[in-house]
C-alpha cells in the first residue's frame, strides 16, 4: 500500500526541539489525526464539474468556433477542411468566383417551378418541367466547359505536371452555388481572373 505525506503541521503549533515555557517540547506537538480525517482531507472530485469551469470551456469553445468560422470564410488555409486547401484550389476558386456562370440560377428556378406545381393549370406545371429540364442540360454543358477551362488555366500557371486531381469536379460544383453562399466566400470580384 502505498504511503501518503503526512499532514503539515499547523503554523502555531510548536515544531520539536523547540522551548516553551522551560520545558523542551518532544513529538510532534499535535494528535494523529484519524484515518476518517486523513481519508477527508484528501478527498476531492476526479474531474471539476464546477458549473464556472464548465461555462468558462463552453465559452472557449464557441470563441475557437467563431475564430474557425471567420477563418474559413476569409480563405486562410489554417481554417479550410482538406478539399478546400492548398494553392490550386484556391486558383480554381478564385477563377470560377471570377466568371458569371448559369449554373447559379438553378437554386431559384427550382424554387420558381415548385411553386408553379402548385397552379392548377397542367400546361403550366408541364412547361415548368420542360423549361427546367432544358436549363439543367445547358448548366451541365457551362460545367464541362468549364471544368476543361480551369484545367487548361491551372496547367499554364502550375506546370502539366503538377495538377491535382479533381480540380475540374471542384470548379463544376462551385459553379452551381450562388455566389454569396459559396465557402469560402469570393475572395475576387466579378471578372477580375487571376494571373
Known sequence: MAKTPAAPAPNDAPSEGTTVNGATLTGKGHATPTRA???AARRRPLVADTKEAKARAKADIAVQREKARIGMAAGEDKYLP??????????????????????????????LVIIATFISIAAIQYYSFIALWIFIVFVIIDMIVLSFRVKKAVRTKF????????????????????RFMRLPKPQVRRGQYPA
Request: hydrophobic letters at 40%; proline letters at 4%.
Open 37 to 39: 480525517e486523513q481519508e
Open 82 to 111: 482538406a478539399r478546400d486547401k492548398g494553392p490550386q484550389r484556391r486558383f480554381v476558386r478564385d477563377y470560377v468566383d471570377a466568371g458569371w456562370h448559369i449554373g447559379e440560377a438553378v437554386m431559384p428556378l427550382m424554387v
Open 159 to 178: 506546370g502539366a505536371d503538377r495538377i491535382e486531381k479533381g480540380l475540374g469536379f471542384y470548379a463544376a460544383m462551385r459553379t452551381i452555388q450562388m
